[in-house]
């Protein structure tokens, strides 16, 4: 493989990964700090869950 295209490849690299990096960190605390529980663990019974409730 050409130089010319290994260094193309590793400054693509040098971006792509901590880009990537920096955004699989952002949706893995995101998500489950906006959903209140892990995505894969079973929401807890509401106290109030026979009572209607005001949607404003």
Known sequence: ???EV???ILSML???LPTLFVVATVAFV???YSL???PG???Q???HAGEPRHMT
């Open 30 to 32: 995101s998500i489950p």
């Open 6 to 8: 290994k260094q193309l």
């Open 36 to 38: 209140g529980h892990q």
């Open 14 to 16: 040098r971006v792509a």
């Open 1 to 3: 493989m050409p130089t």
């Open 45 to 47: 019974a509401s106290l």
């Open 41 to 43: 663990d079973l929401q």
